[in-house]
């Protein structure tokens, strides 16, 4: 989890922000900071609910952050907090140095519409009005002039392979396809921060998995700040950079998607991660033995032997091992050797990460 970091390293720093729902949330929460109230009891005694409970995180610019956790776990209440669609009842919130809870309403609508987008699961497209004209929507309420806004929606829709398609409206057009549409809209206005809640858990497995694949892309194209909000570990694994697991409102635990499945904070987490495929998220560095020790221990390691980056996956590794019994060796980036790797560390890893372990 997170400590407390040098604050220009991030994009977004949410700090012990709490939800609560209900006519009594200040009693609420001073009772629940000072007496540990449990979510139920809290709504037993003052009939609130907690949303979001003390949560805490920090995101780098650039980065994709999935926030995950099963239906009620307070996730898509948090990111509504970013933007302030949603008011916190306690805590603060800074965007690229700007602090949020400070603004007034006519800086925090400029600021939404410059600075900030968000892509719905529902789509929201207004159905009155063509492809175009959806996404060019947020450049109109900024005032740009028509010829503008056309040509920027024009060249968005391009982006996500929707050409030719301007002309037509949200009912002529695919779940698939709506969705895109709902991220064109939130990439012309060329936002710093996108927010995405759940977007493709609508959407059949494999017109899911086609618009991760050109969501990445388009990820590392525009080198967008985003917050992604998912149910969908095998999701959150294969976008995020990091991820964040949510439970009862708290964040139980941050981490990269190898940290988590490796490295799992308590049994919640272990029980979510029980079932995730390692093969394409468990790198070298991590199954490796230190180089030192494994020829202190009698191991011998070819000067020839094959070598694999610290960053490469399980996946990569097993295919080498099934041809080759030998050992091999992990470099660094500058090619040093510094750990060595044999059949039975891939199998010992692979069998951990079983349902069955």
């Known amino acids: 989890m997170n400590g407390s970091p040098d604050t220009s390293e991030y994009a977004i720093e949410i700090d012990g922000v709490w939800k609560i729902f209900g006519d009594k949330a200040g009693i609420a929460l001073k009772d629940v900071q000072q007496n540990g109230l449990s979510k139920k009891a809290v709504l037993e005694k003052y009939g609130c609910v907690i949303g979001v409970a003390d949560a805490s995180m920090n995101v780098r610019p650039g980065e994709i952050f999935c926030v995950m956790g099963l239906s009620g776990s307070g996730k898509s209440t948090l990111v509504r907090h970013i933007n302030r669609l949603l008011e916190p009842t306690a805590g603060r919130i800074i965007v690229n140095g700007q602090d949020i809870m400070a603004m ?21 497209l207004m159905p ?6 959806n996404v060019a929507l947020p450049l109109e309420i900024r005032g740009i ?36 549409v709902g991220l064109a809209r939130a990439l012309a206005s060329d936002p710093e921060i996108l927010l995405m809640d759940e977007p493709f858990s609508a959407l059949d497995p494999l017109i899911r998995r086609q618009l991760q694949n050109e969501f990445m892309k388009l990820s590392s194209q525009m080198n967008k700040t985003t917050v992604f909000i998912t149910h969908d570990l095998d999701e959150a694994v294969r976008i995020g950079d990091r991820i964040a697991i949510m439970r009862d409102g708290r964040v139980v635990q941050i981490g990269t998607p190898e940290d988590i499945v490796m490295n799992p904070a308590d049994d919640y987490v272990a029980d979510f991660v029980a079932g995730i495929s390692r093969l394409k998220v468990v790198r070298a560095h991590a199954v490796m033995q230190d180089i030192t020790a494994f020829e202190s221990a009698g191991g011998a390691l070819d000067a020839a032997a094959k070598t694999f980056p610290e960053d490469a996956d399980l996946s990569q590794m097993i295919e080498h091992a099934i041809a080759d019994e030998r050992p091999f060796a992990v470099v660094d980036a ?4 510094i750990g060595v790797i044999n059949r039975a560390d891939l199998l010992r890893t692979v069998i951990e990460g079983t349902e069955t372990s």
């Open 104 to 124: 007034g309403p006519a800086a925090l609508r400029k600021y939404r519409n410059e600075h900030i987008a968000m892509v719905f699961q529902n789509f929201a």
């Open 128 to 133: 009155h009005r063509s492809v175009v004209d």
């Open 334 to 337: 500058s090619g040093n050797r």
């Open 145 to 180: 002039n028509k010829n503008d806004r056309l040509e920027i929606a024009e060249r968005t829709i391009d982006m996500v392979e929707l050409t030719g398609w301007g002309n037509k409206f949200a009912h002529e057009l695919s779940g698939g396809m709506q969705q895109r």
